[in-house]
């Protein structure tokens, strides 16, 4: 398969680094992944050459079961084990979430990550989606979805924090006047997958408030944060009756030893994760005046470790993908796959400024779209001086 047949297969998601890989045969080597935002600081060399060390061990062993995993877990973010459930990924969570907690009808912001809308309407549940508007940067007003809420009477409702595919952040207060306002709901989540990269207000998460309400789930993803995608990890924090209900329905062998060994190795390493989000932060602000430099280019304000991009309307992001990949062996995210968006919509993970250097340099010869036997309206993206603004929400 060509890598352009990759991007046009039906489906809500982008291709996988490996199947890409594949497909360029011997160009994989040079290939930039700008489409799965992970964090390109952590682990640490030095951490990876301990996992290769000890990797013959790490693969011919059981893992320890959940229980085990779970302790040490709870160890390293200082909370008791019995509102922590590990699970082989965030999404294997928002599946038993779903299948075990929503029996009619579940409110979700769109656009945002594609399992909270999927998920649900697989299993014949109601989704009401709260459309987050471009006019206002896709900005969640807690008072509106609030309201949309109680008119929809949906019984379970979601909000992604910060949000994907844009990057909006909710501070923490308005988190929990979220909470405060839906307490006669069945369900809230909240999810988390992204807080960790959050810089404009110290400890962001409200996961210390889910353990003592009767109706909070909140949803962490380390393999984003920790850039280890390959071994699906996440957990989820409530108080012990949820808590109870989830992990009864996990496996009892649900996490690899990979990341059993990652888990262990944290507790010593947790200042050199809190400095590869510092690094990663100011790459954010890089590459957000980068991308600023096009006049014809809408960057919108982000707290996670990607931008959302809107492309001048004489450009298709499907084009655009093919273009990077074919001919500056990048990969990219373009959003007409999300419920809420357009191809117009690109979403760019947040990478260190050589690789950036590679993006821009592809964005400038982007007039240049266009084949396949149809024309493509073309324009030339010229970057100019201008000083942008920190990008916050």
Known sequence: MTTRGLFQQSTAHSPSFFSVARAMGQHADDLADFCIPCNPYFPTDEMFGELERNLRTILKFYPSDAGAITA?????????????????????????????????????????????????????????????????????????????????????????????????????????????????????????SFIDFVEVEMNPSVAAEAVVRPNVIVLKSLGKNFGLHGIRFGYQVSNPALTRKLSAALPKWNLNSLAETVIFMLAERRAEYEESLKKLALDRFMMNSQLNQFPELTVFPSQ???????????????????????????????????????????????????????????????????????HTPTIELVAHSREPERSIS
């Not at 990057?167 to 405060?180: A, C, H, P, Q």
């Not at 690789?355 to 400038?364: A, H, K, N, P």
């Open 72 to 192: 040490q877990l709870a160890s390293v973010l200082r909370l008791n084990p019995s509102t922590i459930s590990p699970a082989n990924g965030s999404t294997e969570l928002i599946t038993w979430i779903d299948r075990l907690l929503v029996d009619a009808s579940i409110a979700v912001p769109i656009p945002t990550f594609g399992r909270w809308t999927d998920q649900p309407l697989e299993t014949g549940k109601r989704v009401d989606m709260f459309l987050l508007k471009e006019s206002d940067n896709f900005e969640l007003r807690v008072d509106e979805y609030v309201d949309f809420i109680k008119r929809r009477g949906s019984r379970v409702a979601v909000l992604c924090n910060p949000n994907n595919p844009d990057g909006g952040y909710l501070s923490r207060r308005e988190v929990i006047r979220f909470m405060d306002a839906l307490d006669d709901l069945d369900l809230v989540v909240i999810d988390e």
């Open 304 to 374: 996670a470790n990607f931008l959302l991009v809107k492309l001048p309307g004489s450009v298709d992001g499907a084009e655009l993908c093919d273009y990077l990949l074919a001919e500056h062996h990048l990969l990219v995210r373009q959003c007409g796959n999300k419920i809420g968006m357009t191809s117009q919509f690109m979403r760019f993970g947040v990478r260190p400024d050589t690789e950036v250097e590679r993006l821009v340099e592809g964005l400038r010869g982007v007039e240049r779209l266009g084949g396949g036997g149809r």
